[in-house]
């Protein structure tokens, strides 16, 4: 079974897939409010420090906020380094930590985030001082980027663990599920091929697998015994009918014995005939019953070569053909097999050649070919089978000719029968003239 | 011809008594055992030379005691004399150990006649490179047939057919004999190819030759004799 039609691999697929992209979920959120909020920080930080950096201006004048920023740019932190910038109205700087005025504006107190020449980023607030200085003050993002980039080397890890972990669980407990279900899969494809002892396995853990498992049992019990029950109508039927026929055919026997009179004799030898007819009528009902409940019943079905078995019918045929004055060809390709019940095709082709022969008259020819598939096919050129008889013929006391013909009309109901048994389907058509009965596997035009 | 002793398993009166008496008439003695558990005992414990089984007992069934007897290592050949007579009942008698089986209702001649060729086939008297009989040969390994000395052509399946035949030599063969073990079929074809086919192989062993061989037993079967 392929990755995606086994129920399990897409369930593992799907749980891998929904893991990978939470954790993704998840990542992006995190850095996100990690992001917002150390920028808030960093900004609250650059707007005290420009706040305090104005006070001073405004109380000590410019020389003293010059030195104060000298002091603070000596005292770097090397985490946050802090960046300083006092410069003319036309940028050109008077001390700082930073030689170009960025691109912000000091008219409106802007801020935000600019890159320094030696490719830093920092976040600046920029304040015009008076009308001719103005002073910058910045703070780098490097803390921020590297915590980022620890949360993501974080939940990188977590996130391969977590996808690891899903996956090891869901890979054990999908195959723990997977055998327990093919077990059960196993128990009903021998089940389904005809051998009911077979006990779907319980696991005694009380799960909804198990009560599948319980509830299959109790049904494949209540089949065994329901074929059981079938099985047991049938052979008592055949029991309780036949051993009274047996006593009136020894009864008509003695009474046999008892007369000299040739009219007598005739007399009970036909009803002793008709005894015979009534019990081939009703092997013939069981058969077909049997073989219908045991349809999709693979016990009993062995490999066969049914070239041998076609070829052997024929031959057993071929001499009464001839004393009929009927031409029976055989066209058999050899090693013809397919798993079967031997006696059932033995019996079907034995019915259909026998049938063949009776409706072709003398002069006629009747053909057996088998070819693979297995696909065997007996075509005559008698009177044909009438277009709206083709299905009907199957059924059970249905004959084309209700008059005249010997039996019951069961010899093809039959042997549709014992073909379904076996897996195979029995079709009449137009042989063009003729009847021509095609035996294939079922389901296969 | 032997006298054969006989156990017969059956817990219907009627067929007990037919059986008795047809099988008394070629002078073989019958026992019976009324129920399954007696007759297992006694074909188990007692000496006899072959047992006639109905299936359907009141206590178990002849598959069981067939298969309990062969279990045991009990190599007496069987009969099985049932009112289950479909293909597949058969086939399950014969899987199950049983080496021949017989329906109900049946035809005293061929209940003699299977009796018969089981007892001959059990006592190996069938197992010879070449049988004689008459004026008849039949060589097995080279597959030929002759009479008075000339060679009678056969094809391979009329071969069987004769030797057959030649292994029942003198018995009556019937029908469903000759469809079981020559044709290998567990069925009636309801149709006459077994007499054709019999009469086929007849006009062989008989045309050019003045004493017919090969004798059509009325409502029983055939049975080769000799001249």
Same mark, same amino acid.
């Given at each position: 079974?392929?990755?995606f039609?086994?129920?399990?691999g897409?369930?593992s697929l799907?749980?891998?897939?929904?893991s990978i992209l939470?954790a993704?979920?998840?990542?992006t959120?995190?850095?996100?409010?990690?992001?917002t909020?150390t920028q808030?920080?960093i900004?609250?930080?650059v707007?005290t420090d420009i706040?305090?950096l104005?006070?001073?201006?405004i109380t000590g004048g410019?020389g003293?906020l010059r030195q104060?920023m000298?002091d603070?740019?000596?005292?770097?932190?090397?985490?946050?380094r802090?960046?300083?910038l006092?410069?003319?109205?036309?940028?050109?700087?008077?001390t700082?930590?930073?030689?170009?005025?960025?691109e912000?504006?000091?008219?409106?107190?802007e801020?935000?985030?600019?890159?320094l020449?030696?490719?830093t980023a920092?976040?600046?607030?920029?304040t015009?001082?008076?009308p001719?200085l103005?002073?910058?003050?910045?703070?780098?993002?490097?803390?921020q980027?590297?915590?980022?980039?620890?949360?993501?080397? &974080?939940f990188?890890? &977590?996130g391969?663990l977590?996808v690891?972990?899903?996956?090891?669980?869901?890979?054990?407990?999908?195959?723990r599920l997977?055998n327990?279900?093919?077990a059960?899969n196993?128990?009903?494809r021998?089940?389904g091929?005809?051998?009911?002892?077979?006990?779907?396995?319980?696991d005694?853990?009380?799960?909804?697998?198990d009560e599948?498992?319980r509830?299959?049992?109790?049904?494949?019990s209540?089949l065994?015994a329901l074929?059981a029950?079938h099985?047991d109508?049938s052979?008592?039927?055949?029991?309780?009918?036949?051993t009274?026929?047996?006593?009136?055919?020894n009864r008509?026997v003695?009474?046999?014995r008892?007369t000299?009179?040739?009219a007598h004799i &005739?007399?009970?030898g036909?009803?002793?005939?008709d005894i015979?007819d009534i019990v081939?009528m009703?092997?013939s009902?069981?058969d077909?019953?049997s073989s219908r409940?045991?349809?999709?019943?693979?016990?009993?079905l *062995?490999?066969c070569?049914? *070239?041998?078995?076609?070829a052997e019918?024929?031959?057993l045929? &071929?001499e009464s053909a001839e004393?009929?004055?009927?031409d029976?060809?055989?066209d058999i390709?050899?090693g013809?097999?397919m798993?079967a019940?031997p006696?059932h095709l033995?019996?079907?082709?034995s019915?259909?050649l026998?049938n063949?022969?009776?409706y072709?008259?003398?002069g006629?020819?009747?053909?057996?070919?088998?070819r693979?598939g297995?696909n065997i096919?007996?075509?005559?050129?008698g009177p044909g089978?009438?277009?709206?008889m083709?299905?009907r013929i199957f059924e059970r006391?249905v004959r084309?000719?209700?008059?005249?013909?010997k039996?019951?009309g %069961?010899g093809?109901? %039959?042997s549709q029968?014992?073909a379904?048994?076996?897996?195979l389907?029995?079709?009449?058509?137009?042989?063009?003239?003729?009847a021509?009965?095609?035996?294939?596997?079922?389901g296969?035009? | 011809?032997?006298?054969l002793?006989?156990l017969h398993?059956?817990?219907?009166e009627?067929?007990?008594n037919? $059986?008795t008496?047809?099988?008394?008439?070629?002078?073989?003695?019958?026992?019976t055992?009324?129920?399954g558990?007696d007759g297992?005992?006694?074909a188990?414990?007692e000496?006899f030379?072959l047992v006639?089984?109905d299936?359907?007992l009141?206590d178990?069934?002849g598959i069981?005691?067939v298969?309990?007897l062969?279990?045991a290592? $009990?190599?007496i050949?069987v009969l099985?004399?049932?009112?289950l007579g479909?293909?597949?009942?058969r086939?399950e008698?014969l899987?199950?150990g049983?080496?021949?089986?017989?329906a109900?209702p049946?035809e005293?001649?061929?209940l003699?006649?299977?009796?018969?060729?089981?007892?001959r086939?059990?006592t190996?008297q069938a197992?010879?490179?070449?049988?004689?009989?008459?004026?008849m040969e039949c060589?097995?390994?080279?597959?030929?047939?002759?009479?008075?000395?000339?060679h009678?052509?056969l094809?391979?399946k009329e071969?069987?057919?004769?030797?057959y =035949?030649m292994q029942?030599?003198?018995?009556i $063969?019937?029908?469903e004999?000759l469809l079981?073990? $020559?044709?290998?079929?567990? =069925?009636d074809?309801q149709?006459?190819v077994?007499d054709?086919?019999?009469?086929?192989l007849?006009?062989k062993?008989?045309?050019? =030759?003045?004493?017919?061989v090969?004798?059509t037993?009325?409502?029983a079967?055939?049975?080769?004799?000799?001249?």
């Amino acid at each position: 079974m392929g990755l995606f039609s086994s129920l399990f691999g897409r369930l593992s697929l799907i749980v891998i897939l929904v893991s990978i992209l939470s954790a993704a979920a998840l990542w992006t959120m995190t850095e996100w409010i990690v992001r917002t909020e150390t920028q808030a920080q960093i900004a609250r930080s650059v707007d005290t420090d420009i706040a305090g950096l104005a006070d001073i201006y405004i109380t000590g004048g410019p020389g003293e906020l010059r030195q104060r920023m000298d002091d603070r740019l000596q005292l770097q932190s090397s985490g946050d380094r802090r960046y300083y910038l006092l410069a003319t109205p036309s940028g050109i700087a008077i001390t700082g930590n930073i030689r170009q005025w960025p691109e912000l504006s000091s008219e409106n107190s802007e801020a935000g985030l600019v890159s320094l020449p030696d490719g830093t980023a920092i976040f600046a607030r920029a304040t015009q001082l008076n009308p001719d200085l103005k002073l910058l003050v910045g703070r780098d993002t490097a803390a921020q980027s590297a915590l980022l980039n620890r949360i993501r080397i &974080a939940f990188l890890i &977590a996130g391969f663990l977590l996808v690891l972990i899903i996956f090891v669980i869901g890979y054990f407990s999908t195959r723990r599920l997977k055998n327990r279900i093919g077990a059960i899969n196993d128990a009903f494809r021998e089940i389904g091929s005809g051998n009911l002892a077979t006990a779907v396995p319980v696991d005694q853990r009380g799960d909804e697998l198990d009560e599948l498992s319980r509830h299959s049992n109790a049904m494949t019990s209540r089949l065994s015994a329901l074929i059981a029950a079938h099985r047991d109508i049938s052979d008592h039927t055949a029991h309780e009918l036949r051993t009274p026929l047996m006593h009136l055919d020894n009864r008509l026997v003695a009474a046999m014995r008892e007369t000299e009179d040739s009219a007598h004799i &005739a007399t009970l030898g036909r009803a002793r005939q008709d005894i015979r007819d009534i019990v081939t009528m009703l092997d013939s009902l069981l058969d077909i019953a049997s073989s219908r409940a045991q349809k999709g019943d693979r016990t009993g079905l *062995s490999e066969c070569d049914v *070239s041998d078995i076609a070829a052997e019918i024929a031959e057993l045929f &071929a001499e009464s053909a001839e004393d009929m004055g009927i031409d029976l060809r055989t066209d058999i390709l050899p090693g013809v097999e397919m798993m079967a019940n031997p006696a059932h095709l033995q019996r079907i082709l034995s019915n259909l050649l026998d049938n063949a022969l009776k409706y072709t008259p003398r002069g006629g020819t009747v053909k057996l070919a088998v070819r693979p598939g297995p696909n065997i096919t007996v075509r005559d050129n008698g009177p044909g089978v009438p277009e709206n008889m083709r299905d009907r013929i199957f059924e059970r006391f249905v004959r084309v000719d209700a008059s005249g013909a010997k039996g019951h009309g %069961l010899g093809l109901a %039959l042997s549709q029968a014992l073909a379904e048994r076996n897996g195979l389907i029995i079709v009449c058509r137009d042989a063009q003239p003729g009847a021509l009965f095609e035996i294939r596997p079922e389901g296969r035009d | 011809m032997t006298n054969l002793r006989i156990l017969h398993v059956e817990d219907d009166e009627q067929t007990a008594n037919m $059986v008795t008496e047809t099988m008394a008439r070629t002078g073989d003695r019958v026992t019976t055992a009324s129920n399954g558990k007696d007759g297992l005992r006694r074909a188990s414990e007692e000496s006899f030379d072959l047992v006639i089984l109905d299936r359907m007992l009141p206590d178990m069934t002849g598959i069981d005691i067939v298969a309990k007897l062969r279990a045991a290592g $009990v190599a007496i050949p069987v009969l099985m004399l049932s009112a289950l007579g479909r293909t597949e009942n058969r086939i399950e008698g014969l899987d199950a150990g049983v080496d021949d089986y017989l329906a109900k209702p049946f035809e005293e001649e061929e209940l003699v006649a299977r009796v018969r060729a089981l007892h001959r086939r059990a006592t190996g008297q069938a197992h010879s490179a070449v049988i004689i009989f008459g004026d008849m040969e039949c060589h097995i390994k080279a597959r030929t047939a002759h009479r008075q000395g000339r060679h009678v052509p056969l094809s391979p399946k009329e071969f069987e057919l004769f030797k057959y =035949f030649m292994q029942n030599a003198g018995e009556i $063969v019937t029908r469903e004999m000759l469809l079981h073990n $020559v044709w290998n079929l567990n =069925f009636d074809p309801q149709t006459n190819v077994i007499d054709v086919n019999v009469g086929r192989l007849r006009r062989k062993l008989e045309e050019g =030759f003045d004493k017919p061989v090969l004798e059509t037993i009325w409502g029983a079967g055939y049975r080769l004799h000799a001249v």
